[in-house]
C-alpha cells in the first residue's frame, strides 16, 4: 500500500534463466582430484570470465560443461538437463565449445568453415549441402564477427586473430544458447585482441540471452561486457560471483598466488605488480640518476 492506502502494482521481478549449474563437482583422472568441490551458476544473458593459473583445471571445468567429461562426484545441469542423464549430442549444438586447436588440415575458406558448424564436423562431409537458410546463417555470422572481407579467405592463409574469430563465428552457426571460450586471445597482438574482444562484445550486445564463458590468464584480455568471475586455483573456487566482487585485489592475489593489484578503467580490467616493489626498484634507480 502507498502513502494514501491504496494497492500498488508492481512489476514481478523475473530472474533470467539458469542455463548451467555445477553443484560441488568432483573431477578424478589418474587418482588426481582435477577439480575439487566447484559450484556455481550462470544464467542466460551473463558473461563470466574464468581464471586461474596453469593447470588450475580451467579447460577441464570448461570440457565438463560443453559435455565432454562428466563428474566423478557431484552434479552439471546444462539447460535443465543432469549431465549423465541426456543424450549429450541432443545438447552440444546449444553448447557451442571454441579452442584454438581446430584439426583442419584442408584449404577451406572461411564461409566453408563456418558451414562445418552446421554439420558438426571438422570437414564439409561428401553430398552434403547447405540449405539457403544455412548459407544466410553464415553470412550473418561473417558480418557479425567481422569477417565478411573474408568470406573467400583460405583457414592456411588467416592470421590467428582471424582464425579465432572464424571458429567463434562456426560455434555460432547451431544458434548456441551458451558459449565457452578457451583463451580465445592467446597469441594475438594488441590489434588482434581489441579486434576481438570488440566483436566479443557486440555478439554479446547483439545476442542478449547468450551465456558465455571466457578463460584467460589475463585480467586485460577481459572484454568490457564481463558481467561475473569464478577464480580457480587447484581445481578450487576461491571466488565464484558477480565480476566487480571477484576480480578485486586481495581474491585475484590469492588465485595467483602472487600480489598483484586489480584496477578498472573505462570498463576493463587491469593487473600490475605490488606498488611497493615498483617504488623500490625506484627508489634504487634514483641515486644514480641523480649522480
Ligand atoms: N586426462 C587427464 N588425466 C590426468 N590429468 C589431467 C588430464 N587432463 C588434465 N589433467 C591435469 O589437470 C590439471 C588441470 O589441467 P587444465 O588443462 O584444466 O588446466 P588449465 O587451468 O586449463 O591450465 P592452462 O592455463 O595451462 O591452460 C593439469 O595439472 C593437467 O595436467
Ligand atoms: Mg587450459
Not at 547468450?210 to 578463460?215: D, E, G, K, S, Y
Request: a neutral charge; proline letters at 6%.
Amino acid at each position: 500500500m502507498n502513502d494514501e492506502g491504496e494497492c500498488t502494482v508492481t512489476e514481478p521481478i523475473i530472474s533470467p534463466e539458469v542455463v548451467l549449474r555445477a553443484d560441488r563437482v568432483d573431477l578424478v583422472r589418474d587418482r588426481r582430484l582435477l577439480l575439487d568441490q566447484v559450484s556455481f551458476e550462470v544464467r542466460a544473458g551473463q558473461h563470466w570470465a574464468l581464471l586461474g593459473p596453469n593447470g588450475a583445471g580451467k579447460s577441464t571445468l570448461l570440457r565438463l560443461l560443453a559435455t565432454y567429461a562428466h563428474p566423478t562426484r557431484g552434479t552439471v545441469d546444462i539447460l535443465g538437463h543432469r549431465l549423465g542423464r541426456v543424450d549429450v549430442f541432443t545438447l552440444r549444438p546449444l553448447v557451442a565449445h571454441v579452442t584454438a586447436h581446430h584439426p583442419l588440415t584442408s584449404a577451406r575458406t572461411v564461409r566453408e568453415v563456418l558451414l562445418t558448424g552446421v554439420t558438426g564436423t571438422i570437414e564439409i562431409p561428401q553430398r552434403w549441402q547447405p540449405s539457403e537458410v544455412d548459407l544466410g546463417r553464415a553470412e550473418a555470422m561473417l558480418a557479425l564477427m567481422g569477417l565478411t572481407r573474408l568470406a573467400g579467405a583460405r583457414w592456411p592463409t588467416l592470421s590467428q586473430g582471424e582464425r579465432g574469430r572464424t571458429l567463434i563465428a562456426r560455434a555460432l552457426m547451431s544458434g548456441p544458447r551458451i558459449l565457452l571460450l578457451d583463451e580465445p586471445s592467446a597469441g594475438l597482438d594488441i590489434a588482434g585482441r581489441e579486434q576481438l574482444l570488440a566483436s566479443i562484445d557486440d555478439l554479446r550486445a547483439r545476442q542478449p540471452a547468450l551465456a558465455t564463458i571466457l578463460v584467460t590468464h589475463h585480467l586485460e584480455e577481459l572484454p568490457a561486457s564481463t558481467t561475473h568471475a569464478l577464480l580457480l586455483r587447484d581445481g578450487r573456487a576461491v571466488a565464484a560471483g558477480p565480476a566487480d566482487e571477484v576480480l578485486v585485489t586481495d581474491l585475484v592475489s590469492a588465485c595467483f598466488d602472487y600480489p598483484v593489484r586489480v584496477g578498472r578503467r573505462g570498463g576493463r580490467w587491469t593487473a600490475t605488480g605490488p606498488a611497493d616493489r615498483a617504488e623500490q626498484a625506484g627508489a634504487a634507480a634514483a641515486p644514480h640518476r641523480a649522480g
